[in-house]
């Protein structure tokens, strides 16, 4: 089993990485932070840049993940997402989308995963 959170979390992100590889998004960054604040992920498909917030949480735990979002949370990440767009001079639109990985253990004692993929999100 994982005991660190940030061993845990990483697992996550790369989890909705793959995720977004297979619906046809190439990754652009993982962990981008500025003064404005970070993003997780930033994908892109056809139509979008796409910032992903990605919260890895196990199956008991308190709060689900997109609860641990608050309102100073998704200012950071919108601020970021705007000055990343603003230096890419990209003609893509913008996209903010919330990741919630659980992980649970298994029967055999093996770990599962389940992904939980909002698309704008806010």
């Known amino acids: 089993m994982y005991t660190k959170s940030s061993e845990i979390g990483a ?39 796409i910032f992903v917030e990605v919260k890895t949480r196990s199956e008991d735990a308190l709060f689900a993940g997109n609860e641990a979002i608050d309102v100073g949370k998704r200012k950071r990440i919108r601020n970021a997402s705007l000055m990343f767009v603003k230096r890419l001079n990209t003609d893509l639109e913008p996209r903010i989308d919330t990741a919630e990985v659980t992980y649970y253990k298994k029967d055999d004692g093996t770990t599962g995963w389940t992904l939980n993929y909002i698309k704008s999100a806010f």
């Not at 790369?14 to 993003?39: H, M, P, Q, T």
């Open 11 to 49: 697992i996550g992100e790369r989890k909705v990485a793959e995720y977004l590889k297979s619906k046809g998004c190439i990754i652009i960054k993982r962990n981008w932070k500025d003064r404005y604040g970070e993003v997780d992920i930033i994908a892109q498909d056809s139509k979008n840049i």
